[in-house]
């Protein structure tokens, strides 16, 4: 892939108008105020009908802003769209191109993916959601509810003081407020809106894509790489505006069944085996410091999730993290070894373990095309913001696809608090990020595929 010149305008040097997305807050309150979160150990996807609100009102407005290729997956929840690009290209070198039908390709430049997820997190339960905007916020504590028993405290969240003189958005003290993702749902319809608007700044395609159950971990599971044929994406599913992440966690899970034999307590000596008992032996052959607790940055972790049973029975329920991917290895080992010493103390059959990789790190998938990387450092360099690189402690829809062949580093929104009562969006880091998004949209159109 190399640099091109194009006749169209290049938005470099040229910073969009705040007029252009002046409804960018009004928008994210639109949002905020459906409820879309989704449930954990549901099988079907969408795993809550009320993600559906929210699809159908996006594709709606995708519609109405004259995108194309809009789609709404209705069984699984995804909706889809597209601006088509606008820069001049060589017919006969497309048309030689193997994967121009497969990849829907329009010209000669990388198709740039947008991707963010519609549900919220279910930490915090909750059916209405009142999402309240402060203007010209001044650096005091914010009473989120009425009655006064949850206060968003300046000192305990040191972040609001870089948001003085901004627009804020907050939660009424009883539900998330969703700006995981809600914050890059709203940026991603804002670029989208921009483009389709403004068609003297150059660009290639760009296709859009919003996922339901991302915070269960099934975001990508039922995409469809024909509605969103991409040559790279981005998630734009971060924190800080700035947050540039293409680092995440190897991820398992590991359920772990444990049979015991219950007895009457007075004559148990020698029969009685507890099945929770043996659960907490088993917790204790593990790191005893290599839990979240303990753990920062690149640290990997044992995480017991839940455990519950009789004695007769019981189930633990573990995921397991590295970002080394030798050491995430050694940590799944660590993990069986336990189970064995447990079947080897208290017979065979006594304890049964479930183990599935989840996701891996993208960073090996990204590493290839570090421009990626590049020239979202340099625009956002160019709009005067501070690049936040690090590594995911978690992960992202964007893990999946940079497995699947569509590479896929992740952006901040300017949300903070993620998956609280205390959660809150800075409505000018939301706006800047827009800016930042089309900057980095319309570098590709200087591109051209091999």
Partial sequence: ?????????????????????????????????????SREGIPD????ACQRDLAVLLRDELADMGASEVYYDEKHCYVYGAVPGNIPFDQAKLDSRKDKNKRHRQNNAPIIGLMAHMDSSPDVAGTDFRPRRINSYDGTDIQLDKD???????????????????SIIVTDGTTV???????????????????????EYAHGTIRCCFTPDEEVGNGPMWLDQDHFACDYAYTIDGGDL????????????????????????????????????????LAGLLPKLETPFYTEGREGF????????????????????????????ERKAEMKKAVKAMNLRYGAGTVELKLKDSYYNMGEKIRPHMHLIDNAVNAMKALGIEPLIDAIRGGTDG???SFEGIPCPNLGTGAYNYHSRFEYVSVDEMARNVDLIARILNTYASYELD
């Avoid at 069944?257 to 007895?263: D, E, K, L, P, R």
């Fill in 399 to 401: 893990c999946r696809l």
């Fill in 177 to 199: 407020l969703g700006g995981d993702d809600k914050a890059g749902v709203a940026a991603i319809m804002e670029v989208m809106k921009f483009y389709l608007s403004h068609p």
């Fill in 302 to 329: 044992y995480h017991l999730l839940e455990m519950k049973g009789t004695t007769d029975k019981a189930m633990m329920d573990y995921i397991i993290r590295d970002h080394d991917k030798e050491r995430f290895e």
């Fill in 45 to 48: 996807t969408p795993s809550t």
């Fill in 242 to 281: 700035g947050q540039l992440e293409y680092e995440n966690f190897n991820a398992a899970s590991a359920v772990i069944n444990i049979n015991g034999i219950s007895t009457h307590p007075g004559n148990a000596k020698g029969k009685m085996k507890s099945a929770l008992l043996v659960g907490m032996e």
């Fill in 1 to 37: 892939m190399r640099n091109t010149v194009t006749n169209k305008k290049k938005q470099e040097g040229v910073k969009i108008q705040m007029n252009d997305y002046k409804d960018i807050g009004e928008r994210f309150m639109r949002y905020a105020s459906i409820n879309t979160q």
């Fill in 148 to 166: 006064g028993q949850y206060v968003l405290s300046a000192s305990e969240y040191p972040s609001l003081k870089k948001h003085i003189g901004q």
